[in-house]
């Protein structure tokens, strides 16, 4: 008998609820309050195990054969997201207006990828329109700070 | 080559920061909810910080763990001006007490503003007229007569003297800020609370009873509240709030946030807007407010050991 | 009391006033609609300009970023399905589907009368019912708020399609959430699993950004084909029939009254927030609806619970500050700073010593409603422009946007960070079949929760009390209650689906 992907989660859920409720035995009593910070989350990840090992279980039990999911390009969100980590890691280096420009323009052309040089074009107007549009707004008008970059102070 | 060029931005970077301070808006985090005292005293104050300090000042309220969560929020932000911390009598009493590691020295202080006097504070559920009503009652009850504090903060502290200095005991509950305790005493879920005399409008309506202020003598903004020491307990207590920067700002960045902060304590609406409060204006240059803190930080260690709080 | 309401409608009527006003709700409007800036963050970008103005001039320009923050929010969550602002969340459930299936008019259109009528309905109610309810409120003690948290965590667990298991522990890792890096009594590090970031706790909007934003863009990149280089591919129009839109709310006026009563009561309630108020009036209106199993189809009803209850909210959360001169949300805590910035002590007498302010606050907020619809009706061939910016060019500005929020909270790249990894989770739940509102609304009530657990064990250590205490136990009962309805009816919808494929055969 296999498990479905409502098994997998719950073995997940599971797993991480006891591994946090594990590290919780650790927690020193608080010295004024009656009940030590540890009580509470042991509380919510108690219930939590037992309901993904409620889960666990309806799957098992489970008889019906789980519907067959739409097919779906994962390629491409894993893609986005490894772009998008890019550049939340790349943000404190390089600073805000560069680390934006880079990443609107990379991420547009791999939404729609240019076929010309026209389509280059477009994409690197758009990154520096919008780059400086969403930085004037908010840095000029806004006087909400973004980023500086550590490597370029810029 | 990378790194070369790293360096030496980095060693550029303080100077050009000076010369042009403030070219971006200043932060300065208030260590509770909005609409609590601090907060209530630091919203006036931020505009004229800004009049004079000729920069936008803008406040951050982070509350949560007595105020520990923004010290040191503020404590980790980097040194350079663009982040100050709106201070009072708890960060002597928190790191006393255990509840965090940040202290007073792990900031430079720039100036101290204001001090507040604390009032003994009932819920309109309980039965006492005067301050000698509840100590009769706390004795016949110990344990029983709930206190709505911030734990380990001016607001535990205040009535942990009085409990001590009348021989009663109280049970404490965790009510951070001014805001919520009042909510909590306004509907009787707690029986006593620290709080000030900014609550009037509170007592004039019935919905609080004030049993006494930690004065000296009566405030003259409220004649009817007798001092707790006219009533035979001897305890003067208030809270005294103050402006820091994290440790290692630049002194010419201090010099400057110090002369307006003066100039900013001394202007009139300052003064009239601090009376709304039911606070004094109490202004102390840099120098001062260092070994006053000095002072202060080991009268509270001394408290704290009194009243068996001390956990260091 | 309403001559003075009269008076003062006249008063604020003055340029002197329209005009902050109107600049508020205007901000507010935009604010409210682009993704990943908050009312909250509109208040407080807003709230220097209002330092030189008088009083009532300053409050009237928040009361309108305030109002126009909670209609704008729906404009993202139903043409791009993700919600502008917190309280729109229940709102893309029925209203992003309705504009897919090509009635994007129709859907925005319901969603703004539903919050102006919502909205008024409130004011009207409010201005005559504020004494009881805070009466009320201010009878619950913390065994009643942790009962109340509860109650909306089982509630909106229970309005989930797929499995109320599910639900629940979507519900229950929001909960884990909160209780990862510092507990809220004392601040006591714990569980921050040696990420330095989080040693003060997880702020709940980088996660409620990056859960939403992320589910929503990554669900359309997912699909195979270049589908994604279209625009998204709606109706370019947006005009409706209004009179044909103000009827379909009209006609319902039992479910209009009812939302709007639940947004006035949470707004009431002190620290809930108007996204619970929208989510318990979309399930209220689910569990009243003769059709329950069509919602999240794309059916008026859910757009208008949302939108009038969310409206309604603001209402109450204004009548908080007012009266106890205690914050709702975090929208009202800088309106309460703005109060004391004027030196006025907000409280028990706010309003009879400032009977000017406080009407003058209740007309600002009657008048910026058809402001709002003024705005939106005017600006909504603007807001179309947004959506039909090609998706590849709106996904990376979107999330950038979202960066900035983040990022601009406390300024600190600590939270662009906890945006990215929920981003992650987000479409790994979505993926996996759990829903996200229990999982937000975790979130967001967790520290409350656990709290108010310290609170009532340190009043009184008796646990008896959250059972024997009545509205407590009746909060209680009602939460158990809601949990076995969802269960009966999720067991008569799939005997229902069961039926339905049996007869196929």
């Known amino acids: ?154 | 080559m990378k790194k070369l060029i790293a360096g030496l931005v980095a060693a550029v970077l303080p100077l050009a920061a000076t010369a042009a301070y403030p070219d971006r808006p200043v932060k300065l985090i208030v260590p509770w909810a909005a609409g609590g005292d601090t907060d209530n005293i630091f919203r006036p104050f931020a505009p004229l910080l800004q009049k004079h300090l000729g920069g936008t000042v803008v406040i951050a309220n982070i509350g949560g763990a007595s105020g520990t969560k923004g010290a040191k929020e503020a404590k980790d932000s980097p040194a350079d001006g663009y982040t100050l911390y709106a201070v009072h009598d708890y960060i002597h009493s928190t790191y006393w007490t255990g509840v965090a590691d940040v202290n007073y020295t792990d900031f430079e202080p720039i100036c101290m503003l204001s001090s507040t006097a604390s009032v003994l504070t009932a819920s309109p559920k309980t039965p006492w007229h005067s301050l000698k009503d509840l100590i009769a009652d706390a004795k016949k009850r110990p344990g029983q007569i709930t206190v709505g504090a911030t734990l380990g903060s001016t607001s535990h502290f205040f009535p942990a003297l009085i409990e001590k200095t009348a021989g009663v005991k109280f049970k404490y509950v965790s009510y951070e800020g001014l805001a919520p305790r009042m909510n909590a005493i306004l509907g009787g879920h707690v029986d006593l609370t620290d709080s000030n005399l900014t609550q009037k409008g509170k007592v004039e309506a019935g919905q609080l009873k004030f049993l006494g202020i930690a004065t000296e003598k009566r405030n003259p903004e409220m004649k009817d509240v007798p001092t707790l020491k006219e009533q035979g307990i001897n305890v003067v207590y208030d809270v005294n709030r103050g402006l820091m920067a994290p440790k290692g700002t630049p002194a010419a960045i201090l010099g400057k946030l110090e002369s307006s902060c003066q100039a900013a304590a001394k202007e009139p609406e300052f003064a009239k807007a601090m009376k709304l409060q039911g606070t004094d204006v109490r202004y102390m240059e840099r120098k001062q407010y260092v070994s006053w803190l000095k002072k202060n930080d080991r009268l509270n260690q001394d408290l704290a050991k009194d009243l068996g709080l001390l956990k260091r | 009391m309403y001559e003075l309401l009269g008076e003062a409608v006249a008063n604020i009527v003055q340029l002197k006033y329209l005009v902050p006003l109107f600049l508020g709700t205007l901000a507010g409007v935009i604010g409210g609609a682009l993704p990943g800036v908050t009312i909250t963050m509109t208040i407080i970008v807003v709230l220097p300009f209002t330092f030189g103005l008088d009083p009532l001039q300053g409050l009237a320009a928040m009361t309108g970023v305030y109002v126009g923050g909670s209609a704008g929010g729906l404009v993202t969550a139903v043409l791009l399905g993700i919600p502008g602002t917190p309280s729109a969340i229940a709102t893309t459930f029925d209203g992003h589907p309705m504009a897919k299936k090509g009635e994007p008019g129709r859907a925005l259109w319901l969603g703004i009368w539903a919050s102006f009528f919502g909205g008024l309905l409130g004011a009207i109610f409010l201005i005559g019912a504020t004494g009881p309810l805070a009466s009320i409120a201010l009878e619950f003690g913390p065994w009643e708020f942790f009962s109340l948290f509860v109650l909306a965590l089982s509630m909106v667990a229970g309005l989930v399609e797929a499995s109320l298991l599910k639900g629940l522990i979507a519900g229950a890792l929001g909960l884990i959430v909160t209780v990862l890096g510092a507990d809220p009594v004392m601040g006591q590090e714990r569980l921050t699993l040696g990420i330095p970031f989080i040693k003060g706790g997880i702020d709940f909007l980088p996660v409620l950004i990056g859960v939403f934003a992320f589910a929503q863009v990554m669900g359309e990149i997912e699909r195979p084909g270049s589908e994604v280089a279209k625009s998204l591919g709606y109706a370019k129009s947006l005009a409706v029939s209004h009179a044909k839109v103000v009827w379909e709310i009209l006609s319902r006026p039992f479910q209009l009254l009812w939302v709007a009563f639940i947004g006035l009561l949470i707004g009431v309630l002190p620290a809930i927030g108007g996204s619970a108020a929208s989510m318990m009036a979309y399930d209220q209106a689910k569990k009243f609806s003769r059709r329950p199993e069509r919602f999240g189809s794309g059916i008026p009803e859910g757009i208008i619970a949302s939108e009038a209850s969310n409206n309604a909210n603001v209402g109450g959360s204004l009548v908080t500050i007012m009266a106890f001169g205690i914050p709702g949300d975090a929208v009202t805590a800088v309106m309460l700073g703005a109060l004391t910035i004027h030196g006025i002590q907000s409280g028990p007498l706010f309003i009879s010593q400032h009977p000017k302010i406080a009407y003058g606050i209740f007309a600002a907020y009657l008048l910026a409603h058809p402001l709002m619809v003024l705005i939106l009706a005017v600006g909504a061939r603007w807001m179309l422009r947004i959506v039909s910016v090609p998706k590849a060019a709106l996904f990376p500005i979107v999330l950038v946007l979202c960066v900035v929020g983040a990022y601009a909270l406390n300024n600190t790249m600590g939270n662009v960070y906890v945006l990215l990894a929920f981003g992650v989770l987000g479409y790994l739940m979505v993926k996996f079949g759990f829903p996200l509102a229990p999982f937000i609304l975790g979130v967001i009530l967790g520290d409350q929760i656990e709290i108010n657990l310290v609170r009532s064990i340190m009043t009184d250590a008796n646990l008896w009390l959250f059972v024997t205490r009545p509205i407590s136990g009746l909060l209680l009962a009602a939460s158990v209650v809601s949990l076995v309805a969802a269960m009966w009816q999720h067991r008569r919808t799939q005997k229902k689906i069961d039926a339905a494929v049996e007869a196929d055969f």
């Open chain 1, 1 to 154: 008998m296999k498990l479905s992907r409502d098994g997998w989660a719950g073995l997940a859920v599971l797993a991480a609820s006891l591994v946090l409720f594990a590290l919780t035995l650790g927690l020193k009593p608080s010295p004024l309050v009656p009940i030590g910070p540890g009580f509470y989350p042991r509380l919510v990840l108690g219930l939590a195990a037992v309901l993904a090992a409620a889960l666990v279980i309806l799957d098992f039990l489970k008889t019906k054969k789980p519907e067959p999911l739409p097919r779906v390009n994962y390629a491409a969100v894993v893609l986005h997201f490894a772009v998008f980590a890019a550049y939340v890691v790349a943000l404190p280096w390089v600073g805000f207006r560069i680390a934006t420009v880079v990443y609107i323009a990379a991420a547009n052309a791999l939404l729609e990828p240019p076929k010309n040089a026209r389509g280059w074009l477009r994409v690197a107007l758009l990154a520096l329109i919008a780059g400086a549009v969403v930085y004037f707004a908010f840095e000029h008008y806004l006087t909400v700070l973004l980023p500086r970059g550590r490597w370029t102070d810029f």
